[in-house]
Structure formats: C-alpha cells, structure tokens
C-alpha cells in the first residue's frame, strides 16, 4: 500500500514500513526503511548546522541526512547515486522533487532486462520525479511494493532534457541511507570451486567497501550483500538486503560517513562504465530488489525464496518438480560414443533417473577443449544418430533427454570463428586474451545475437530436448569500450528471451564455470543455476549454505558425483554425497555403469527419497542451523508452508574422539503438533524438537551425515 500525504509517501508492505518526505528546499529525503509503522503525518528531518560541512546560504548541509538518491558535488560530498558530466565539463549536479504517481498493480518492465512481475499479487508502484534543470536532466525514481512481501523494488530512469549530450558516468539502482548505527557487511566472495563464502565484517566510520565485479563473470563476488544488526544471527535481528536482477559487471557499495551513516548502493558497476546520453535520450538502470527482515538472515532468506518462486522466474519449471538427471561430464569428458551414452542412460533408467544430459563434445570438431566451440552441428563420427536420433533413443530407454550449449563463445579453431573472425570481442590492433582457449561472441551486435538465437533454436527444434544446461566458461577481456558489459548483457538477456519465449516447456539451467553467473537476472529466466563444479559432499555444505541465503534451494543444482571428488580428491560416503545433494535440484554426474550393484541399490533408494522430497524442497521455507563456516558441523532444514513435512539435514566434518554430540534444535515447526520420523517410526513434539532439539546419529568417521523426514501427525 502506498499512501501519499502532502509530500510524503509511506510505502507499507506485509511487515515493512518504507518512509520518503519531500524536505522544505525540495530534496526526497529518506525517513524511514524497516518494521512496519502505523501511518501518520511524517516530516522530513531538517538539513542539519554542521561548522564544518556547510555549504549553502543558509549554513545548512545535506551531509549527515539520510536521502533517497543522493546528487555530487553541492550539499552532500558522499558518494552519490549518480554521476554525470555536462558540455562543460563539470560534475556538479543537484535533483530536486518535481511531483509523483502511485500506480495500481503495477510493477515496471526494464527495458531490455528482466524484473520481478506483478503476477497475482496486489502490487503498488510509487514514481518520483526529480530533476536538476541547470544540468539539464530528468531522474524518475521508480519504488514497488506488494502487500504480500517485504520487498521494496527500485529502479531508475535518467533522461537527458538539455539540448546537448550528457555524459552518464554511473547510475545506481537503488541508493538507500541507514542512519547511524552498529551494522555488519555481510557479502559473498569467492573463486571457482569455492564460489559465495559467507563473509562478514564491521562497518565502521571512514569505511569505504566496493563489492563489485568488472569480470563479465562473477565467481568472485555475487551481486547480493546484506546489512545486519551487529547482534542479528539466522533468527532474530533487523537486516536490510540487496539483490541486483542482473547479470553484468556489477557493485554494491557500502560507505560510512564522518557522522556514522551508511550509504548502500547497488546497480551496474561504475568503473569502466560510461553512456553519453542524446539530447531527448534515458537510461534505465536494472532492478535492485532490497529487503528488510527483523527476523534475522533467514527471514530476510525466505522472503526472497518466496519473491523469486512466485514473481522472479518466468519459467513454468518454477512450478514443477525438476526431473532427476544424470550428466554425462564426469563420467566421460570429451571422451565418449553413443554406446557409452546409451549405456549410462539405461543403467540410470533402471535405478530410477528421469532425464539424461549430454554434456560438452557433442558437436564440431569438439574433442577436447580447444575447438569446436561455435559450431552447433553434431558430430557424427561420435553420435552417429545425430542428435535427434539420440533424443529418441534416450526417450526409448525411457529417459528424458537434455544437451548442453555454450553459445555465447567461440574457438578460434572453429569454423565459426574462420568465417566471422570479426565477430569475437577485440580491440583493433591487440590479440584478444584467451581463456579456456576461447574468446566471447560479441552480443551487442544484433547479427551475432541472431546467429545464436539461430543456431540455438534450429537444434532445440531438430530433437526432442526437454531441458538445456546453458553455459558461459570464461570472464570478459578486451571490452572496445567504456560500459560494452552493459551492452553485452543486454544482448544475453534478448537472446534468452528470444529463445526461452520459443521453447517454454523446455527446463534451462544456468552454468558459468559451475556458479560463475549466480544471480536474479539469470534466475527470471532459469529456475536453476549449476551451483558449482565443485561437488565433493563436504565443499557443498559451505556452497549451498551460503547460496542458499540469497537464493531458493529450487535454484540450487546440486550431483551425487564419483570419488575420490574430481576437483579436490576427498573421499566422501554415498550417503554423505546424497544427504547433501537433497537440499538443492537434485541429480548425478558419474559413470553409474561402472558402479556396483550394491550402490545402484543405494542410489535407487536416493531417488526415491528425492521423489518423495522435491516438492517440499522447491515449495517449503529453508532454515539453517548450524554453521560449516563457524562450525565442525552444518545443519538445515525444510518445512513445508503448513507444517506437516520437514526434511532435517545435519552434517559433522570431522570426527572427534571421547566426546558426545550437542542436542540440534530444529526451527519453524508447529510447537502443539507431534511428528512422525518416517524411517524410525519415533514420535516427537514439535514442542520438544524445537526446545530439546535430538542428538543426531554419526558413525565414528569423518565426513559423515545424518537426514530425519517429518510428518505431521494429524
Ligand atoms: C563448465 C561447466 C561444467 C561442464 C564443462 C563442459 O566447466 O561448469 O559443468 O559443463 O563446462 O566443458
């Protein structure tokens, strides 16, 4: 709900209020963002007296007051939210408020990118006019709200009114002031194979913290941070979040004032970023989605699960359980022959599996990974039914079928590369930087865009593909300009519309590397990420627990794989590779035909644990409750939203001699309802699982995991 009182406009979602005067010289200034407040007449705080830091006629200063999208370089010397140079060179800008609309069940449609939808919900949609008329430029503030959630989406449009061109040097998404205040950063850094630590540290006066990426790829930091209560933990405590919904370059900046205000933006990453703006002509930037939460991180968690579920992912996918899937990869490589497929495929029919995926190798001269890539026909000195024929033969096993592309690259052995060398990013006169032996298509040029789209569409209809593993291997050099990211990213984002609109039954999956392109943008259009190549069972607990703070368990694709784990040698039980695997999309990437017949049997009782668990884990809420980041242990658990079934996880790393387990106390059941242990027939308390908690059951070994399934008793 929004209501508008002579300037000032208090956003009201399900438990948050979000408070925006307009001040007495104009300014939108931010009152208020946090648990909701009873409507009343709000006032802008007063511009302060500082000695120090007075500028204007009046000796007041916009310093240490709390505003909505800051301006440089007049009353307010912070970092602003915005920055443009005028023909005459200078940087100095100041926005003042112009008016406002309120429109019903309305969110904004970015241009050229995705953004949360409207769908069922009641939804409300707070515009704000700015402008600085000495620059010459217009800013309209965009702010949505749904009664259901907690979420404030912001979003901006810069719009060049002068008569000459304005050059855009940044231009956040959201710009949000938290007034003084004990908080904590917490961000998610990380590498390929350790993608998204959770990672926390005290914001201080003088701080000055840039979480951004300029990579193309993200595998080091993730476009999602949160702002915490220096006492907040899992449950209790007031934090704010920021999800960028896109998948270029991006930042989060977090900077502490002299006065001990913090300042958070987010958007598109200002360093090598720049627009020069016609005379007439805008920018949008893309959708921030900020949250507040004063239940802690896992509030702020479920909240976002259920805003990504419902109103983020376009894909019907969102809704259906996923099929279980086994991948070629690990099993294989480059290495394989449509016997050997075959034979997986039935192997994996027998104990269960749902849908095969063939992997990277199946097309052009694609052998190892120095070629190939580009050409999108099959080969079929390897596949000799083509890809079609494979299809059919998968479906006649009983298996759906599903192919890995990358078609955002390119070898420069490949055809495709000998016909259009052009066509690859480079600047005239260097050598573009390999990696992985390959080289980016330029997707701000339409011909390569519909190329892909082409290429990608004609096989899609060739064969019976029900599921596509979209991959991108490697981060972006040799940019010919300052803000091509921007420019490629909008080139991704037409082809995924073009080609996921043409095939809305087929389940995409997104892959960077494992978990390089981890974000809501890729999200509005894949309802799963491949989390990260690293799959060894005790790797995962850290990944997935800290994924799955920003990003639902039904994104997070997660493989029972061989041991000793192909990225880092350890050995881990099949169970222990099981337990793990439930809390994501669930799957196995492993050569099963050379497996024995005791761990089919095992794996058949996976898959039918997975069966009778997948819509809980796609629909439930998500609560972690021990740490592997702070502990030798690392517990979750999934409630469905009634109650009734709960799926318990709980792992210990190591095992320690002479001592006993710590009772886990499980979060978010029904205290007055008992439950039912599935497997053990025990009966518990919700009351007594909650207060007393159990001591879970581990062997004497290391690496060892322990699962309980729930149910209500009625
Ligand atoms: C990336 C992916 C892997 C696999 C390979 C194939 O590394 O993350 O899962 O698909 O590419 O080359």
Redesign the pocket.
């Known amino acids: 709900m929004i209501l508008e009182n002579n300037g000032t406009f208090h956003l009201q979602g399900k438990n948050i209020s979000y408070i925006i005067a307009v001040n007495s010289e104009g300014d939108p200034v931010h009152v208020y963002y946090g648990k909701k407040l009873k409507d009343r007449a709000y006032s802008a705080p007063a511009p302060r007296q500082l000695a120090m830091t007075a500028y204007s006629e009046n000796n007041i200063t916009l310093e240490c007051v709390c505003q909505e999208y800051p301006s440089y370089g007049y009353n307010d010397l912070r970092k602003p939210a915005y920055s443009v140079k005028n023909v005459s060179g200078n940087c100095v800008s100041q926005l003042r408020y112009k008016g406002f609309r309120i429109k019903e069940n309305f969110a904004p449609l970015i241009k050229g990118m995705p953004s949360v939808f409207v769908g069922d919900k009641s939804v409300q949609t707070l515009e704000l006019t700015l402008a600085d008329d000495i620059a010459g430029l217009t800013v309209v503030l965009s702010y949505t709200v749904f009664d259901e959630y907690d979420v404030i989406l912001r979003s901006a449009e810069i719009i060049n009114i002068s008569n000459s061109d304005i050059e855009l040097d940044s231009a956040y998404s959201a710009s949000l002031d938290i007034a003084k205040g004990d908080y904590d950063l917490i961000y998610f850094p990380g590498a390929w194979l350790r993608e998204r630590e959770f990672t926390r540290c005290s914001i201080t006066q003088g701080m000055k913290f840039d979480v951004s990426n300029a990579r193309g790829i993200s595998h080091c930091i993730n476009p999602f941070i949160m702002v915490a209560e220096k006492n907040a933990d899992e449950d209790k405590g007031g934090v704010y979040s920021f999800s960028l919904v896109y998948s270029g370059n991006h930042s989060s900046s977090v900077e502490c004032d002299q006065y001990g205000n913090i300042r958070v933006q987010q958007g598109i990453n200002p360093f090598m970023f720049k627009r020069t703006l016609g005379s007439g002509e805008s920018f949008a930037t893309p959708q921030c989605i900020v949250c507040y939460s004063d239940n802690g991180i896992g509030g702020i968690s479920r909240e976002l699960n259920d805003v990504y579920r419902e109103n983020l992912c376009r894909s019907k996918w969102a809704h259906m359980d996923r099929p279980i899937l086994i991948n070629n ?1 690990e099993a294989t490589y480059f290495n394989f022959t449509e016997e050997k497929l075959i034979s997986i495929a039935k192997q994996a029919k027998e104990v269960g599996v749902e849908l095969f995926v063939l ?2 190798g199946w097309f052009g001269q694609r052998n190892d ?1 120095f070629r190939g890539l580009g050409d999108w026909f099959v080969n079929t000195e390897k596949l000799p039914s083509g890809i079609d024929g494979l299809a059919r033969r998968i479906n006649e096993e009983g298996l759906k079928f599903g192919l ?1 592309f990358e078609p955002e690259m390119v070898n420069p052995d490949s055809d495709l590369y000998r016909a259009h060398p052009d066509w690859a990013i480079s600047v005239p006169g260097r050598v573009p930087a390999l990696s992985r032996n390959q080289l980016i298509l330029d997707l701000s040029r339409d011909d390569v865009c519909d190329y892909v789209i082409n290429a990608v569409c004609s096989i899609l209809k060739s064969a019976n593909i029900e599921y596509v ?1 979209w ?1 991108m ?1 490697r981060p972006m050099t040799d940019m010919p300009y300052e803000g091509y990211n921007h420019d490629y990213t909008l080139g991704f984002y037409k082809i995924m519309d073009a080609i996921t609109g043409a095939f809305p039954d087929v389940l995409f999956e997104g ?1 960077s ?2 978990g390089g392109r981890y974000d809501a943008g890729v999200l509005a259009y894949m309802p799963q990420i ?1 989390t990260s ?1 690293n799959s060894d069972a005790v790797a995962r607990l850290k990944i997935q627990y800290s994924t799955s703070i920003g990003y639902p368990v039904s994104a997070i694709s997660a493989h029972v794989t061989a041991v000793p784990n192909h990225q880092n040698g350890r050995v881990t039980s099949l169970k222990m590779r099981g337990d793990t695997a439930y809390a994501g999309v669930f799957g196995y990437e492993l050569d099963i035909t050379k497996m024995s017949g005791e761990e089919h049997e095992d794996i058949k009782r996976q898959i039918e644990v997975n069966k009778g668990l997948r819509t809980l884990m796609r629909t439930g809420d998500f609560y972690r409750i021990l740490s592997p980041y702070e502990t030798n242990y690392c517990s979750w658990e999934m409630v469905s939203k009634d109650k009734s079934e709960v799926f318990f996880y709980a792992a210990r790393i190591l095992s320690v001699g002479n001592t006993i387990e710590a009772k886990i106390r499980l979060k978010g059941l029904d205290a007055d309802a008992d439950y039912l242990d599935t497997a053990t027939g025990k009966k518990y308390g919700g009351d007594e699982l909650m207060y007393c908690g159990i001591e879970p059951e581990f062997e004497t070994r290391d690496f060892d995991s322990y699962t309980m399934i729930l149910k209500k008793i009625d």
Do not use: M
Request: net charge negative; with cysteine; charged share 45%.
């Open positions: 990869w992997d990277d990974d890995w593993k991959d291997n892959c590397s494992g491949w190549d």
